[in-house]
């Protein structure tokens, strides 16, 4: 059984920065096998990749939309992953949620890549 849970979301204003955090845990869940992932869901729309970080030592991949602004990292030994957000717009508002997927060919901007979903944390950007 693998738990992922997400803290630290929030209402900030436009320009603020926030930083989420995913705590992993499971028995048997060996943290540095999997790709970490950031989605997220706003009202009304579907969910959407913001970033993952594969592995320890991957290279990192951000959507378009938060490229330069958000920044993922991942702590294999605390089972951690975390989302810096800055210069946040209230087009950012919404549920993100983390999840993790085990190394594969399924590209990490697809939902269908992660087993694992933590609950989620709402952010809100208004002024």
């Known amino acids: 059984q693998v738990t992922l849970v997400e803290s630290g979301g929030g209402l900030v204003r436009p320009g603020d920065s926030l930083r989420l955090s995913c705590a992993a845990s499971g028995r048997t869940f060996t943290f540095s096998n999997y790709a970490m992932g950031w989605f997220r869901q706003a009202p009304g729309k579907e969910r959407e990749f913001v970033g993952s970080?594969?592995?320890?030592?991957?290279?990192?991949v951000y959507a378009d939309s938060v490229k330069g602004r958000f920044t993922i990292s991942r702590n294999d030994a605390n089972k951690m992953m975390y989302l810096q957000m800055g210069s946040l717009e209230p087009e950012d508002t919404a549920v993100y949620y983390c999840a993790a997927g085990l190394q594969s060919t399924v590209s990490v901007r697809s939902p269908r890549k992660y087993s694992y979903w933590g609950q989620g944390t709402q952010v809100t950007i208004s002024s």
């Open positions: 970080v594969p592995y320890s030592t991957g290279t990192s």
